[in-house]
T-cell receptor, first 111, second 114 residues
Framework: EDKVVQSPLSLVVHEGDTVTLNCSYE??????LLWYKQEKKAPTFLFML????IEKKSGRLSSILDKKELFSILNITATQTGDSAVYLC???????????FGAGTILRVKS | DAGITQSPRHKVTETGTPVTLRCHQT?????MYWYRQDPGHGLRLIHY???????DKGEVSDGYSVSRSKTEDFLLTLESATSSQTSVYFC?????????????FGSGTRLTVV
């Protein structure tokens, strides 16, 4: 059974801090790992990772995948209150055509 | 999101009543999904469809049925709603393009069973 575990489950930081969110997975025939941000509505896409060691960046957010150790991290530097959200990690298997999600990390950034 | 709509947006229903949620897409994609989201569980797959009349169960399918008689519509039915089915339900489509345009989610239906 495919499985995704995220840690920590929740996190409170101050503006300007750097945070690292973790995602480990077990999936048969891995195809991709995706990160989403969710703010009280539909999840919105952040990154899709398919290859080990290649960092994806978007502004203050970055993510990397380790396919040998079966995990990914999402980094957010210089956090802002607008980064407060639930961050979801999901994996897609090669033949599954569906996403399996972790429980999410609730991030709260205090001003 | 453009291309996928859910209805209703909110619903309150009584225990034991049947409820149907609708997901409509305008883009003719083969794959459609129903997820539920509860605190501490992320999104969990209920059922999905890979074509008209082709559906399969997800990890939390008990108590739910689905139908897809047209490409554009994917219906989720709770035959006899229970309080444990109080949740936020998300429909999704898979454009098969990967990345930001791959999986796209509807705005969600908040269902309360009293």
């Amino acid at each position: 059974e495919d499985k995704v575990v995220q840690s920590p489950l929740s996190l409170v930081v101050h503006e300007g801090d750097t945070v690292t969110l973790n995602c480990s997975y077990e999936v048969t025939n891995f195809r991709s790992l995706l990160w989403y941000k969710q703010e009280k509505k539909a999840p919105t896409f952040l990154f899709m990772l398919t290859s080990s060691g290649i960092e994806k960046k978007s502004g203050r957010l970055s993510s990397i995948l380790d396919k040998k150790e079966l995990f990914s991290i999402l980094n957010i530097t210089a956090t802002q209150t607008g980064d407060s959200a639930v961050y979801l990690c999901a994996v897609e298997a090669e033949y599954g055509n569906k996403l399996v999600f972790g429980a999410g990390t609730i991030l709260r950034v205090k001003s | 999101d453009a291309g996928i709509t859910q209805s209703p947006r909110h619903k309150v229903t009584e225990t034991g009543t049947p409820v149907t949620l609708r997901c409509h897409q305008t883009e003719n994609h083969r794959y459609m999904y129903w997820y539920r989201q509860d605190p501490g569980h992320g999104l969990r797959l209920i059922h999905y469809s890979y074509g008209v009349k082709d559906t399969d169960k997800g990890e939390v399918s008990d108590g739910y049925s689905v139908s897809r008689s047209k490409t554009e519509d994917f219906l989720l039915t709770l035959e006899s709603a229970t309080s444990s089915q109080t949740s936020v339900y998300f429909c999704a489509i898979n454009r098969g393009t990967g990345g930001s345009t791959g999986y796209t989610f509807g705005s969600g239906t908040r269902l309360t069973v009293v």
